[in-house]
């Protein structure tokens, strides 16, 4: 199973180009390139796990998180130069629904799956407290701040502005990089039996595998960002044919991005392994926000494409009462089954107020 799988996920890559070869030919078809789009998605982010895994810590973690952050921006800017008119509002409708959808559904998940083994899930408090308090910092001044600055009328930040709160993004994850892998690393461990899990301890991958998956990472990123570029089209007149609004294409490229990710998180507490659950869902979130933000940032002041992150007032409630439920649901360091059904309908509530505003 394990050579199958992995067989799969180095064909992939090679799939996708040929993918795009026959749409350049003009044999274009919509939907086995999104399809084929995602299996390179999920593709990518294990081979960039493969990696990191031999690499180690600190650093895996950061070529695991800039491989991801490669796909969304890639992403992003191919639907922005595609439509320069929806670019405005993309990046914040693309990092507000990863947002919403790993603190809600994701950790609502998790945490309905780790109730089955105990009726109590426990994990890490600090870990988890700290990860959610840097991610409510980088939320809050990426997407309600701009809304309530006066040199430039919300929701736009200025071009100062921007680029500060840019650069302290990327400096508040690699801060947190950095805590979570260095210097308190063992708040972010499994605690008592569950440390000596198997899957915790693997053997890294041999020299060859290494170079054989940086490869197929290098092939799976280009094929990637290239796909968007063909579907981008596509899917806009989908959203404007369906008449829907252009949030949606957010919540899409965030799922896709998020997919991976999610599937492994959501995994590991089936396993009973929460804190690692956690330890994905949250690093992802923070990934999502604290690279994203810079990358697409830089892109924008070099290709002049607009960049409006203030959401309106009911994403700002939204976004509120998921921090708060949060910070509720991980601050004892114990949960239940209530815990995350309460934030699965929390995103049940944002989709349908996306879909149906």
């Known amino acids: 199973m394990q050579s199958t799988s992995r ?4 064909a992939l890559p090679f799939i996708g180009w040929l993918v795009l ?11 086995v390139t999104g399809l084929t789009l995602i299996g390179v998605v999920i593709a990518a982010v294990h081979h960039a796990e493969t990696v990191a895994h031999r690499v180690g810590e600190p650093f895996g973690t950061l070529i695991l998180a800039v491989a991801v952050t490669i796909i969304e921006v890639g992403l992003i800017v191919s639907l922005m130069l595609a439509n320069r008119e929806a670019a405005l509002t993309l990046t914040r409708d693309t990092v507000f629904a990863a947002g919403m959808i790993i603190l809600n559904l ?29 991610l409510a910092t980088l939320m809050i001044l990426t997407l309600v701040l701009p809304n309530f600055t006066t040199t430039v009328m919300g929701p736009v930040y200025s071009r100062p502005q921007l680029a500060f ?17 260095v210097g308190n690393r063992d708040y972010f461990l499994p605690k008592g039996g569950l440390q000596a899990e198997p899957e915790a301890h693997a053997a890294p991958p041999s020299p060859a595998q290494t170079w054989l998956s940086l490869g197929a990472l290098l092939v799976s990123l280009g094929a990637v960002v290239l796909m968007a570029k063909t579907l981008s089209p596509t899917l806009e007149a989908a959203v404007t044919q369906a008449d ?17 990710e999610g599937v492994a998180a959501v995994r590991a507490a089936l396993s009973n392994r929460l804190q690692t659950s956690l330890n994905l869902a949250l690093g992802s979130a923070l990934a999502t926000i604290g690279l994203t933000i810079p990358a697409v940032t830089i892109t924008s002041f070099f290709l002049g494409l607009p960049l409006a992150l203030g959401l309106d007032p009911k994403g700002i409630v939204l976004l509120a009462l998921t921090l708060f439920v949060s910070a509720l649901s991980l601050a004892r360091g114990r949960t239940t089954v209530l815990h995350g059904a309460v934030h699965v309908v929390i995103f049940g509530a944002y989709l349908l107020t996306t879909i149906v505003p």
Do not use: D, M
Not at 22 to 29: M, Q, R
Not at 121 to 126: D, G, I
Not at 169 to 176: A, C, D, K, M, Q
């Open 244 to 260: 829907l609004p252009r949030a949606v294409v957010g919540v899409a490229i965030a799922a896709i991005v998020l997919l991976p």
């Open 7 to 10: 067989n799969a996920n180095l």
């Open 165 to 181: 709160v840019a650069a302290f993004s990327l400096l508040l994850y690699l801060t947190f990089v950095f805590v979570q892998t």
């Open 21 to 31: 070869f026959a749409a350049w030919a003009g044999l274009s078809w919509p939907l």
């Open 106 to 134: 994701l950790l609502g998940l998790c945490l309905i799956a780790a109730a089955k083994h105990q009726r109590e899930a426990r994990f890490t408090r600090t870990g988890a407290t700290a990860a959610l308090s840097t």
